[in-house]
Every structure is written in C-alpha cells, then in structure tokens.
C-alpha cells in the first residue's frame, strides 16, 4: 500500500469519527410527557442560541421540530426550551430553583416566578465585552434574600460567573417570607425590552391646501396624497427613555389635475426626514401619547406646474418644482395590541413654499405654497 493511500484512508477515518462525535445520544421530554431517546446534535444561530435540533437514524438526518419540546438531557447536562422574543430556544440549565440559571452559547439569564426569563449584561470597558457582570439586573430577582442581596451588593458591578452561581443558591436556600419592596418604576425600567433600534412600515394621507396665487390670482386647492414609507426608530436612555429618535422616508403620489382654467398641477414627492419624540410613558401601558418634531428634504423631481397662455399663440409656461427644505410637528400615540406596536401620527405641515423655475431661454420663477394634516399609520416590527 502506498503511502498516499495510507494518508487518503486516515483523512477518511478521522472526518468519520470526528462526525459521528458530533451527534450523541440525547433524551426529548415532549410536551405531552413523551420521551424518545435518539442520536442528535444542537444547531446554534448567530446569536449563540441553540434554535435546532439534528437527528440522526438509519445515516438519515431530520430536523427535530424543537417546539414541541419541554427539555433535552444530552450526558449530564439539561437543556431547557424557553420563548425569547416569541421563538423557542433550548437553553441549558445550570441551576434549578425558585430561582433559575440558564446559558446559552455565550450569555447567562434569570427566571422566577416573578419575572420572566432575562438577560444578564456583561460589563464593558473601552469596547471590549469584559467577563464580569452589571449588578442592576440581577438585584432585582433577588430582593426578597438579604444574604443574596448582600453579597451582590458587595460585589457591585464586579460579578464573575462563580459569584453569580453563589448568589444564586443563597437565594435558592433563602427563607422568601419577608418582602423587600422595589419602586414600580425600577422594575419597570429593567423589564423594558432592550431593543434600541425599531423599524416599520407606513401608510398616510396628506390633506393640503395649495395656493397657486403667484400663477393665478386667487386660486386655491385641496389635494389628498397617499403615501407608503418606512421608518427607523432609535431608542435611548435619555429622560428615562422618553426621548426618541427617528428617521423616515415617504414617497407620496400625485396625479395629474386641473386647477382652474389656467393652471395645471401634479404635486408628488420623496419625503426623507429626521425627527424626535417625547413619550409619555407612565400614562398608561396600552397608549402612550408622545409630541415632537421632524425636519428634511422634499425632493420634487415628479412635480410640476403647467400655465396656459392666454394668447392663443404663445406657448404654455411648464415650470418644475425645486427641492426644499422643511420641517413638521406632531402628535401620537403608540398603540400596545397582542404584544406588537403601531404608531399613529397626526403631522402638521406649517405652510411651506414649493419654489418653481421654468424651462427654456427665458427662465422664469415663481411659487406656490403648501400646509395641512398628515395622517400616518406605522406598523412596528
């Protein structure tokens, strides 16, 4: 035998035993109590959660449907499933108690029955993500354990894994019969998603009002665009995370129309625009009403407006519609239905000149002005 030959039937034999280690013998516990017992393997996503399940029978592999699921118990080790951000997830578990310790590939959570499953931050210095964590969350879960709580106090914002596993079984060995109140306000604050960046897509209806009297005396219009846009919001931490900042971009479509006699017009525009919102959160947990304020760019690059001659040899005046500058209020409300949120937004447009040049040698300018309401529905996601 060759000794290419020999060095081909190691390659071969290794990438087998390397991939047959890969799946090992695991334990399902279904839903309905069930338990089958199979060769698999955990697939992990981007986000280090294990979100699949490989199963191995007869050289075939299948993807085992993981949320009909209630636990997996691969060697020593347990492996929870558990919703985060509505997907199921196995997480493995590393302390089970009234308090709960669970990690995924990278990050470790908390879960009683007081609160749902949440995140631990890890502390962070100079953009590196350091292996010790921040104190705010945890000290929440344990409140009601003065041992725990004093031993995470003392820890501060120092706290290592071994620290956390500690403070985690004094609690589990704590007698809980003496409650230690929280403001409302602070629980609230660290069961708020930390989502920072939102996006959506919107509808609106602009009612305006056109004054075309610098083309024609005293001719007035009401126009009706419809629009479809998207929107990003960023959320912060600012003023108790009621400041929040958005940007938007809205195409609005016009049509042809006749204004009177003389004057012909489309009106329609790109709309990009930054803005910002102040929330009124404490008001309630379904609405919350904000105010602000935006500012951008109408870009009128299908807009015009026609003016007839009113020499019949002369040849009507087409002027185009320049670029402008603008900025809007408005008011609205966050709407809380079936765990999604949709923003309605009545925006007023403060009258605004639409500055026209014509084509041709001898260039002309003129205007017309616009104002109204805008009312713009977005769907968050």
């Known amino acids: ?15 087998l035993i390397s991939y047959s280690q890969s799946f090992n013998t695991i334990t399902i516990t279904k839903k309905d109590n069930s338990q089958v017992e199979l060769l698999g393997r955990f697939i992990y996503n981007s986000n280090n959660f294990i979100e699949k399940i490989i199963t191995k029978k007869n050289a075939t592999q299948v993807n085992y449907n993981i949320n009909t699921i ?26 089970e108690g009234s308090l709960s310790l669970y990690k995924n590939k990278k990050d470790y959570f908390l879960e009683n029955s007081e609160f749902e499953l949440k995140k631990i931050p890890y502390n962070s210095k ?14 929440l879960f344990i409140n009601k354990c003065k041992p725990a709580t004093e031993e995470a106090y003392r820890q501060g914002n120092s706290l290592s894994i071994s620290d956390l596993k500690r403070i985690v079984t004094s609690y589990n060995s704590c007698d809980l019969s003496n409650d230690i109140i929280i403001p409302n306000t602070v629980i609230e604050n660290i069961n708020t998603p930390n989502d920072v960046v939102n996006f959506a897509i919107s509808l609106s209806n602009f009612n305006l009002k056109t004054d075309f ?38 195409y609005y479509f016009g049509k042809d129309k006749k204004i009177n006699t003389s004057v012909y017009n489309k009106t329609s525009f790109l709309s990009t625009m930054v803005g910002v919102n102040y929330i009124f959160r404490s008001l309630n947990k379904t609405f919350k009403p904000y105010i602000g304020m935006k500012g951008g760019m109408y870009f009128n690059n299908k807009s015009y407006v026609i003016v007839k001659s009113n020499i019949a040899f002369l040849p009507n005046t087409i002027y185009k519609t ?13 709407i809380s239905v079936f765990n999604q949120e949709i923003d309605f937004m009545i925006n007023y447009q403060p009258k605004l000149d639409f500055n026209l040049r014509s084509s041709g040698l001898n260039q002309k300018t003129k205007s017309y002005t616009i104002s109204g309401l805008n009312f713009k529905l977005s769907y968050l996601f």
Do not use: C, R, W
């Open 126 to 139: 100079d953009g590196l993500t350091l292996n010790t964590f921040k104190y705010g969350v945890i000290s």
């Open 1 to 15: 035998m060759t000794i290419k030959k020999i060095i081909t039937i190691i390659l071969i034999t290794t990438s």
């Open 322 to 334: 320049n670029n402008e500058l603008a900025y809007t209020f408005h008011a609205g409300t966050l």
């Open 213 to 250: 009297s610098t083309l024609s005396k005293n001719t007035t219009d009401n126009l009706n665009l419809f629009s479809v846009g998207a929107k990003i919001y960023f959320n912060t931490n600012i003023l108790n995370k009621s400041l929040v900042f958005h940007f938007s971009s809205d």
């Open 70 to 95: 209630i636990q997996v118990q691969k060697k020593n080790e347990t492996y929870i499933a558990k919703t985060i951000n509505k997907k199921t997830y196995l997480l493995k578990q590393i302390i």
